[in-house]
Every structure is written in C-alpha cells, then in structure tokens.
C-alpha cells in the first residue's frame, strides 16, 4: 500500500513510497510456503513509468521471512524482477521504445536513461523470450557449399 508521496519540482521527480499491512503472510520465494515476517531489508528503489512526464520512484523497504527449510529469505515482489532497478510496466515501456528506434541510444535519450540500463533491460527481456521457446529438435540438416 502506498504510505507516502513526495514531489520534488526541482529535480522533476515524485517518489512514491510503498508498504505493508501488519501481520499479513508471505509467500517463501523458493517454496511458496506462507510465513510470518521476519525482518526487513534495505530500503530499496525501483523505477515507474512517468508522472505527468515527472520521473516517478517505487521505495520499499524489502520484507524478509525465514523459511525452515530455505533460511531467511527476501520476498519478491509482484511489481519487479529480483536485482531490476526497473518496475515490470517501465521495463515493457523501455522495451517498446528500444524496437521503434534505430539505436539503443537514441531510445535512451527519449527516456533519460543511461545506456547500459537500456541494455540491462533488453538482455533480460532477451533471456525471458529464449526461456519461453521449446528447445529446437533438428530431424536433418544440410550443408552447403
């Protein structure tokens, strides 16, 4: 749920900070077994899609459970990809723009990235279309030449 909302003017940047209800479960990330909070993580920092073309920041603090079987554990979080600096709508976003520009650099310049950030998001968004195909199963093949 979101407790709080700053808008910084000067630095075109509205951070929204995000939390969660008291006592409610958590799913393990690797068993999905419901458990009870353990402690919190750093707080860390996500990046939406704009606001009123204001950069628009995710903060939370990252709850963490401690499964019996797996050890203490972060949770992850519907709205991002483990280690995305990036939430799941802006990564769609920056995927979009990347395939109707000529170059990775000029899609950064329309949305204030870095380089290597677009980069990033495109190498996952890569993995994640090679996981969904079907491996390949060649009957025959020929050689040319």
Known sequence: MVTDVKLDLESQRVEVQVDHPQGCPWPCPRCGKGLVLHDHGPERS?????????????????????CPEHGVLQITVPWAEP??????????????????CATVRGACRLLHLPWDAAFGVMQRAVRRGHARKDPLSLRRIGVDE
């Open 46 to 66: 996500w990046r939406h899609l704009d606001t009123c073309q204001l950069q628009t920041i995710l903060k939370a603090r990252m709850p963490r459970v401690h």
């Open 83 to 100: 280690r995305s600096r990036f939430t799941q709508l802006m990564g769609r976003w920056i995927i979009g723009v990347l395939q109707q």
